[in-house]
């Protein structure tokens, strides 16, 4: 699981959650797996990203001091900017580990790189 | 007929491991998948410039992905058989990957997308696997969510194998119910083989839908296309803004939907000066 899914995934769809966001990542194995920097991939994804969620994954990665805490003005002009996001968002693999609902505590693995979103009958 | 799939078990049993890889590496099904996909990302109606991000629901191993990342976009996608992901983590595709439910809904936070395909998959959410499920309300819950994981000009379509009239009607009715526009475009409808069901749905308002392939008025524009592809083959793509290339382009816009201007004998023509 990229980081840029990451900040995508929520777990509203528990029954009775309301927001479900930012479900808290604990990272067990990673791996980082270089790819061609591509800026306009980056701004594409901008709009989209919760901020404080890049911050928090950034943390979870111990990068934070790559990272502004606040949303800078003008990302798309700051190429080192763009490449240490392009690094965060889309080189940093989740193999192993586990997001967790911000209201119920329910647990959601990540095993082989993917997260398990499936929920049982009861909790929809 | 063979049986249909989703009669037999329901999804995440009937594409256990062995079936994930006998249908992975199925050459036919493979180039059938590639240009069911190609024509669903067609009927996205994006610009082809730009680089989005998609939402592939039903991915499995990543087959219909493939024509997502050839053309240059990010995708996710999502299914139900961990043995399926699994194909595709091995195929090493460039999508992200996520373990879910359609019926349980879309677990994106709001105008996360782009698009959205779905390449043979609906189906599967219009059967009752277990003593719990509604089909009627499982597709809501699923259009609903998949509608605010959209952006608000984005379209979803989606290559379906409907059992019988009143699956196209229930998979509508929610469709239409859950906030989208759009309806079906059906594909060579008078042919037996080739004959294939787009559920085209829109997020922003009501726009005119895309013309479907192989109709009869259409005939002409077949054989068009298939002569544009033996000159493509032989001598790459058109010279731009040559008669060909904008042709081709017009064409590209009417499968797609959009306004064009009708082809005449002026179309690529050298304007003279005289203005
Ligand atoms: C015929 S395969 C198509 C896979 C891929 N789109 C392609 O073009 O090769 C249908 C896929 O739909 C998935 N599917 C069926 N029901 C589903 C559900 N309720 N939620 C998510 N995926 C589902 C299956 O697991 C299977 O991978």
Redesign the pocket.
Known sequence: MKLSTYNFLTSKAIKGVKVGYPLKLTIAKKDVVETEFNPTFIERLLPKLDWNTVYLAAQTVDLADDIPQEQPAAVADNEELLQRLHHLLLEIDVLEGQLECPETGRVFPITDGIPNMLLNEDEV | MARR??HSAP??I??NDDE?KK??SNSR?IEI?VE??ERALELLNLDEDENYLIL??????????SVLEDNDHMWIG????KS?LDIAVDREVEGDLVL????QGMPFKPGTFDGAI????LQ??CNADKTSHNPHK?LYKFFSTLFSSLTRTARAVFQFYPENADQIEMVTTQAMKAGFYGGIVVDYPNSTKAKKYFLVLMTGGAAPMPKALGSEEDEKRISYIKKREMTKDCRGKPLKKSRDWILAKKERRRRQGKDTRPDTKYTGRKRSARF
């Open positions: 799939p989703e999804p995440e009937f594409y994930a249908y992975s099904i998948q069911m996909a592939d629901i039903g991915c499995g191993s990543g087959l219909s992905g999502i299914d139900i058989s399926m879910g439910d359609m019926g779905s390449i043979s998959a599967w959410l499982r």
